[in-house]
């Protein structure tokens, strides 16, 4: 069994020691064998120690994970001495050096690092990791933790070592040799933090050939992982999701939980003498929402280019933007160190990236922050930095829509081609329709149906009564899967069509599985819902007053549905979410407010069915009541949610179009199904696409598209 928190805060610190030393617990993991044959709440299939670098990333040494079976591991975590400790499977992801075989006798060479991807989304806290250019230090002594297991019971361990200098310096074996103290077995691969600074500055990566203490690679050192040939690259998806975790936990006020922004700054930490560190943390949030440096070579040609500044020469060299800010602590003078970060901004506003909406966004919101930062600087600087923006606006081929989104109008609003008649019905179709009992609100009846289009009747193949609704999923399991055999195409499976009452659109659809063995269905094709319940929705709100662009005829109130998507079919989509703002939860507009949206508009609401908003459980029907068909929303709400808005505001305004909106949102169902840690935002993601063209059998006359 596994003990309590044990050892003591970093000397000296007072209580943001100790609130230091619980952030760092938190974080600290134990590394398993993968398989069923293990318990994990003993030692025999215990391995090392690692910690969460990132949102499902671990970082340890490679060394640990190397005794797992075949690049499979168990991680075992908990977030507060008095939670019950979760496994998750693992997957080692990459290690450094890479290395197949048998690690070469004496151990694995270093740096001996790994970085381990879990293969499903969880909720846990992350250690804060340095930027800072190689191992620096605050003072001459670190604070580590690890797990151990002395006479055969599981214990975390936590404590202090003297630094005694460096190893290897100037090579890719460089290491920090720390003292004075004994270390355990299993202590390899947690953190080692500077309680001078409040970050995480290296891996424990061993005990001492002789004697007490061991040594620490530095974080510094992933900066050498492989650049891949192809797809995500590993070393920036993950500091760019560090990043963006920090900032945005820092911006929630979901929880009173002190950050590690709040403990830097309890700390009197002050990164490169002129930033606070929620200032720190909120500039290098926005650079983790621009993409990468397109090379190396690229961020140095920025930071050679910053007056009155000298590069060192650095192994390894700087490789994202975090890393570039952080190159500029140890070398800025005192009194000019704000105006060479406000100037290494503006550098990498420079640099070229592809206009997509997402980009401009960060540039904007980037920009904004040099502006507010410099506005206690003179005149003349400020006057400087304004016209350096207005040349890299003018600069650009679409000027023109860069300088529109600069005054907070609409950027990229293209008219895509005009469809001959309404968007084509994603074919082959199956129809599941659930309708509510209102004497029995547990129970449903339900009907499967196949084919339909344009003024068709879609077929019906199987119907139930008095279904309980927490029992759905395995009653329409034998129907579903005769309907798809009805309709699936040789590399093309027929879209699941999921019409639910507007109280149950939160039923996980998409999550359910036709047996045992099957995949979720929204892995295996698109499955979209719609409401089936629309003519039921109270008539003083269905004929709120209409959107401001148009007028529409009282006697058909679907009027404006109808045109709401047309219009957003028709130009570029823009996701917008109602309910949250920086992790604040907030109300859904009422109906009328909804209507005023712009037509293009596809809302996302964060948080519905979060028991702590102040919101009724009916926000989304407020949004169809609007007469809204296209609406994206997530079923297990976050404290921390600022992946999900990046993510969907990225995928909808950078997409295709509302049209293409079901495959992308299958695709991404897809990747979160092949544990991509960059598409986890979307796991419990669900898409209403609800065509007012094509009611649903039994809703009124069948409607031929224009």
């Known amino acids: ?315 390894p060299a700087p490789r994202g933007w975090r890393d570039g800010l952080g190159l500029l602590y140890e070398h800025a003078r005192q009194d000019g160190a704000l105006k060479l970060v406000l100037d290494y901004a503006m550098g990498v506003l420079s640099a070229g990236r592809p206009p997509v909406p997402s980009a401009l966004a960060a540039e904007r919101a980037l920009w904004e922050w040099v502006r507010h930062t410099a506005a206690g600087l003179d005149s003349g600087y400020r006057h400087t930095l304004t016209q350096r923006r207005a040349e890299l606006l003018g600069r650009d081929r679409l000027a023109t829509r860069r300088a529109a989104f600069e005054a907070g109008g609409e950027v990229f609003e293209p008219t895509l081609p005009e469809p001959p008649g309404l968007p084509a019905p994603l074919a082959p179709a199956v129809l599941l329709v659930v309708l509510r009992r209102g004497w029995e609100p547990d129970h449903c009846d339900w009907s499967v149906s196949v084919g339909g289009g344009p003024g068709q009747e879609p077929t019906r193949l199987y119907e139930g009564e008095r279904a309980p609704l927490d029992g759905l999923a395995g009653q329409v399991a034998a129907p579903l899967a005769e309907a798809f055999r009805h309709s699936d195409e040789p590399g093309r499976p027929a879209t699941l069509y999921a019409a639910l009452p507007q109280l149950h659109l939160g039923l996980p659809v998409d999550e359910w599985r036709l047996g045992p063995e099957g995949v979720p269905l929204g892995a295996e094709r698109p499955v979209l819902v719609r409401c089936s319940d629309r003519d039921q929705l109270p008539e003083e709100e269905r004929h709120t007053r209409a959107a401001p662009w148009e007028t529409y005829d009282d006697e058909d109130p679907d009027a404006e549905r109808r045109d709401r998507w047309r219009r957003l079919h028709r130009r570029q989509a823009q996701a917008e979410v109602l309910d949250c703002d920086d992790g604040v939860r907030r109300p859904v507009p009422d109906t009328a407010a909804l209507r005023a949206l712009a037509p293009h508009t596809v809302p996302v609401l964060c948080r519905p069915g979060d028991p702590r908003s102040a919101d009724d459980p009916a926000a989304l029907g407020r949004v169809l009541r609007a007469g809204f068909g296209v609406v994206l929303w997530r079923r297990r709400p976050d404290a921390v949610c600022g992946e999900f808005h990046r993510g969907v505001k990225t995928a909808v305004d950078d997409g295709d179009g509302a049209l293409h909106l079901p495959d992308l949102v299958h695709a991404l169902r897809g990747r979160v199904g092949a544990e991509d840690p960059e598409s986890y935002w979307a796991h419990g993601t669900a898409l209403l696409y609800d065509d007012p063209y094509r009611p649903l059998p039994g809703t009124g006359d069948l409607l031929e598209a224009p």
């Open 1 to 315: 069994m596994s003990a309590g928190y044990g050892g003591g805060a970093p000397e000296g610190d007072g209580a943001a020691g100790f609130a230091l030393r619980d952030l760092v617990l938190a974080a600290t993991v134990r590394i398993h064998h993968a398989g069923a044959g293990y318990a994990h709440d003993e030692p025999g299939g215990f391995l090392g120690s690692g910690f969460f670098v990132a949102p499902n990333w671990v970082l340890t040494c490679a060394h640990v994970v190397h005794a797992g079976e075949g690049g499979e591991v168990t991680v075992v975590y908990r977030t507060s001495p008095y939670d019950e400790p979760r496994a998750v499977p693992g997957r080692v992801a990459a290690t450094l050096p890479e290395l197949t075989g048998p690690p070469v006798p004496g151990g694995w060479p270093a740096p001996d690092l790994a970085l381990v991807r879990l293969r499903e989304p969880v909720g846990h806290t992350c250690v804060y990791v340095s930027e800072r250019p190689n191992p620096h230090f605050g003072g001459d002594r670190v604070f580590y933790a690890g797990w151990t297991a002395p006479r055969g019971r599981l214990q975390i361990l936590d404590g202090g070592l003297t630094v005694q200098g460096t190893i290897s310096a100037w090579s890719p074996e460089e290491q920090v040799r720390l003292g004075q103290n004994d270390l355990p077995s299993g202590v390899s691969g947690g953190p080692v933090v500077d309680p001078v600074r409040g970050e995480v500055v290296g891996v424990l990566k061993s005990r001492a050939d002789h004697g007490g203490g061991g040594t620490s690679i530095g974080v510094e050192r992933l900066r050498t992982l492989p650049l891949p040939a192809a797809g995500d690259d590993v070393y920036q998806s993950v500091f760019h999701a560090h990043d963006r975790y920090h900032r945005d936990r820092q911006r929630t006020a979901d929880t009173p939980d002190p950050t590690w922004a709040d403990i830097q700054g309890e700390l009197g930490a002050r990164p490169g003498r002129t930033l606070s560190p929620q200032q720190r943390g909120e500039l290098l949030g926005l650079l983790a929402d621009l993409p990468p440096p397109a090379s190396t070579r690229g961020l140095l040609d920025i930071l050679r280019a910053l007056p009155g500044f000298r590069v060192p020469s650095l192994v």
